[in-house]
């Protein structure tokens, strides 16, 4: 939904750092090296719901 890492951990009520951390985890997981690379393959992998109002 294109949320920054501040709003993402406003909304879920963990730390900024807490967000990063998992999206670095994630990325590392994944064998992908960009924010680009990973929302690529959410898209491709059908985890993004296309639709979605931001």
């Avoid at 960009?34 to 109002?53: F, H, I, P």
Wanted: aromatic share 2%.
């Amino acid at each position: 939904m294109g949320r920054s890492n501040k709003e993402i951990a406003e909304r879920l009520g963990v730390s900024l750092k807490t967000v990063d951390n998992h999206r670095t985890n994630l990325m590392r997981k994944l064998d992908v090296h960009s924010v680009a690379e990973l929302l690529s393959y959410a898209l491709r992998e059908g985890l993004l719901d296309t639709a979605a109002q931001v």
